[in-house]
């Protein structure tokens, strides 16, 4: 057997892996067309035409609603914002509660707080880490008006179970679809099946414009709602006599430029080929991997496709108990795999949390004196367990890698499971 590289054996891999780039020519030809255009961005916070944006941000928006099935797309400049305006649009009020994982981006928590909304935490299913159903359904209250639900790593959520709890409680479901563009659920993509889905075009996600996101809906009434924040609604629905939306209307600038719409309509006629890419190279690791005792690669479930963000496995048994983590994670960089150790800390742990205060005086918690919420530790033990013991991310489905890297990075696993021996003998 070859000697461990933490050991002082020869590593697997001594190259690093290739950074993703995606843009191409096409993209910046049509960043030139913006320019020798020199209309940069067309909006105006005034009721016009020009509320709604210029040529290439309406061509984009076009182009993501048709992609995902849903009537309207608003492009903003972030997947953050489009979070905050689909917690507004979907009409959720100061001190109400919106139940969301705390296994995801800080943003997807963070839109509900800046809404003068209360986060209140769920846990995650073990097998493909979105919001376990039992768990939204013994979180609900009164006052609970949204469930804001994230396909993590690209996997879909259990949208049915999902929807049948906020049928039965009315209650909007927002889903944060950042990682997951091009994953479907039971034939429809993610983002399009709640009430309302935010895509993100930031630069690490699968497709990107730099910075840029897009809420999608098919509810004409939040599609507005969502305009209106994104654009100085403030301003607007007085003149447009939009008074059934004045309590909607409170806005901001989270305006998309026509050089980024130009960017994320590009790089749309790449998704297929990206995925693709993410897709075979997933399963050729999975199929890899699954050989390996202690190793659980990624489950795909029943009716779904993934898009493989990240490449996510679990360790059980002996890997996770006496070996640990920590060492098993340290001999596979050993080896030359640039390996994570988890995900995102479970958010309620964050200060902001732990101390019930985003602003001077407790808000929005002071909204709610009597709410019986927690934020301790222990309330999401599966999260906890996944976070502390059992998770290792990857980032390796993804261009410009080929099979003779996920050869490299399943030769390393290999490895480094057969030798599970020695590092026994390190613990
Ligand atoms: C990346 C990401 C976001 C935020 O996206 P930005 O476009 O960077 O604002 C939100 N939620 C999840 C799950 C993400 O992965």
Redesign the pocket.
């Known amino acids: 057997m070859d000697e461990l590289a933490i050991n002082g054996g020869t590593p697997v891999r001594s190259r690093p892996l290739p950074p993703q780039n995606t843009i191409g020519a096409e993209e910046k030809q049509a960043v030139m067309d913006v320019l020798d255009s020199g209309v940069l961005s067309k909006f105006l916070g005034t009721h016009s035409e020009e509320f709604f944006g210029g040529p290439r941000v309406l061509e984009a928006e076009r182009r993501f609603a048709e992609l995902v099935g849903a009537r309207h797309a608003i492009a903003v400049n972030?997947?953050?914002?489009a979070?905050e305006a689909a917690v507004q649009a979907v009409g959720v009020a100061p001190g109400d509660e919106v139940i969301v994982s705390p296994y995801?981006?800080s943003?997807?928590a963070a839109a509900i707080l800046r809404n003068a909304a209360i986060p209140v935490f769920a846990d995650v299913e073990d097998e493909t880490y979105g919001l376990d159903p039992a768990a939204v359904a013994a979180a609900v209250t009164p006052r609970t008006r949204a469930i804001l639900v994230?396909h993590?790593f690209g996997h879909p959520a259990r949208m049915d179970e999902l929807c049948t709890i906020a049928d039965q409680y009315g209650l909007a479901i927002i889903e944060?679809a950042?990682?997951s563009i091009g994953a479907s659920y039971h034939g429809r993509l993610t983002s399009s099946i709640g009430t309302a889905g935010?895509i993100?075009?930031?630069r690490?996600?699968i497709i990107q414009s730099g910075?840029?996101?897009l809420v999608v809906t098919s509810d004409d009434t939040v599609a507005q709602r969502a305009q209106l924040v994104r654009n100085h609604g403030e301003t607007v629905v007085d003149d447009a006599g939009w008074v059934d939306q004045i309590e909607y209307s409170l806005g901001s600038n989270y305006r998309m430029t026509e050089i980024e719409a130009a960017i994320a309509t590009t790089q749309l006629e790449r998704l297929d080929g990206l995925l693709e890419v993410r897709r075979n190279l997933a399963t050729a690791l999975t199929e890899r991997l699954s050989r390996l005792e202690g190793i659980t690669p990624p489950v795909v479930g029943d009716g779904c496709t993934h898009s493989y963000y990240m490449f996510a496995v679990r360790l059980t048994g002996t890997l996770r108990d006496d070996i640990g983590r920590a060492m098993f994670a340290q001999a596979l960089r050993a080896e030359g795999i640039p390996v994570a150790e988890g995900y995102v800390r479970p958010l309620y742990l964050q200060s902001i949390y732990q101390q019930r205060s985003a602003r001077p005086g407790g808000f929005p918690w002071s909204l709610r004196p009597d709410a019986s919420i927690s934020y301790e530790p222990g309330i999401c033990p599966t999260v906890e367990r996944l976070h502390a013991e059992e998770l290792i991310t990857l980032d390796v489905c993804r261009t410009p890698l080929e099979p003779r890297d996920i050869e490299d990075v399943a030769w390393a696993f290999e490895k480094v499971v057969a030798g599970a021996g020695s590092l026994l003998q390190r613990v």
């Open positions: 972030s997947a953050t914002t979070l995801t981006m943003a997807s994230t993590l944060d950042a990682q935010v993100s075009l930031n690490h996600k910075e840029g996101g």
